[in-house]
């Protein structure tokens, strides 16, 4: 970190300042240019607090050298993350499509979809039990009875399963019964629920908030790593943007973006991205082709009649088309790599 002083600062200032600074246990540098003063801080500065440096009257600016996240950084850590899903690896080469229903409808729908995904060569089974809708009056989610039903799916396919955490009170229902508990986009910056799924043991599926930068996502999965779990996979699943035609605009520079700046895995989905069934295999091609770990796309066997994002669900026989056009693309990327 660097702090700049104000042209004139008198030395006898500049050095308190710099004595603060050493006896939080950092090294302090201090060049005197033509006028004005720098503080070079040497340490772990990730908990100090800019803006409160800032408020000393005789600081002119604050900069960070180095980003503020430590344990997601590729800089500290530069082999690649691989997250292990209950046997199932995701990151460092290994690439895993999810699929499954937006919500869990009833045991016959989720089982039903769980075989023909995992025939077409899906290793994992999503499906949302609590669901966070726009509209209060929009179906909820089945709650705890939908993770149970899950877990039959899981019992006849052998497939782990991925499902939404929406509040922290579910934190002991999740470790017992998902493998991938996913934090949803509009929970990413919920930091008491961040807090809580970094103690559980279970890998977390941390999606990008609808409006969040890149920094602002690895920090929230920094959270969950300073709390003591380390295994996260990031899902870029779009942003808001101007354009309405699509749900969200899906930012596939996110893979390479993310590959630079962190070792975690980076999944897409390209279902919430697109908002409509006929653009999720474009969108699922182009990004297996840009090399993210992993992909999550809804599939329902009733898309019309489906509880929530029917519009955007894949029909079990068109999922299974999607994915042979993404293997023959993850061949090719081997070829590459
Ligand atoms: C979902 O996966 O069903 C979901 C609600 O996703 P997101 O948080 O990305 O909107
Ligand atoms: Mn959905």
């Known amino acids: 970190m660097v702090v700049i002083m ?3 600062t008198q030395k006898q200032d500049i050095e308190a300042l710099a004595q603060k600074f050493e006896s939080q246990g950092l090294r302090v540098g201090i060049t005197n240019g033509v006028g004005c003063s720098i503080l070079g801080l040497v340490g772990d ?13 005789h600081v002119e600016r604050v900069m960070r050298v180095q980003e503020p996240y430590k344990k997601a950084n590729r800089k500290f850590h530069p082999e690649d993350t691989v997250v292990d899903v209950n046997g199932v690896k995701v990151g460092g080469g290994n690439f895993a499509v999810i699929a499954g229903p937006c919500s869990v409808e009833s045991a016959e729908q989720v089982t039903g979809i769980a075989r023909d995904v995992k025939a077409s060569g899906a290793k994992m089974l999503r499906g949302g039990a609590f669901k966070p ?5 929009s179906f909820q989610g089945m709650g705890e009875e939908g993770l149970d039903l899950l877990l039959e799916a899981k019992k006849a396919t052998g497939l782990p399963i991925v499902s939404e955490i929406m509040a922290p009170r579910y934190a002991e229902v999740f470790e017992e019964k998902v493998d991938l508990v996913q934090v949803g986009a509009r929970n990413m910056q919920n930091f008491d629920l961040l807090k809580e799924v970094g103690k559980l043991s279970k890998p977390i599926l941390l999606k990008r908030g609808l409006a969040n930068t890149y920094e602002e996502w690895i920090m929230s999965a920094e959270y969950i790593m300073a709390a003591g779990n380390e295994n996260v996979i990031l899902c870029e699943r779009g942003i808001r943007t101007f354009e309405t035609y699509t749900r969200n605009t899906l930012d596939l520079s996110a893979i390479p973006a993310i590959r630079k700046m962190s ?4 999944i897409v989905d390209p279902s919430h991205a697109a908002g409509m069934y006929w653009m999720v295999e474009p969108l699922a091609i182009a990004a297996t082709a840009i090399g993210c770990d992993g992909l999550i796309i809804e599939v329902h066997n009733d898309p019309p009649h489906a509880k929530c994002d029917g519009q955007q669900s894949l029909t079990p026989e068109h999922f299974d088309q999607v994915m042979k056009k993404v293997e023959s693309l993850r061949a090719w990327r081997n070829t590459m790599d």
């Open 45 to 57: 500065t990730t908990a100090l607090d800019m803006d409160k440096i800032a408020i000393d009257p």
């Open 263 to 266: 070792h975690l895995p980076i």
């Open 6 to 8: 104000k042209p004139g």
């Open 133 to 137: 809708r726009t509209s209060p009056y």
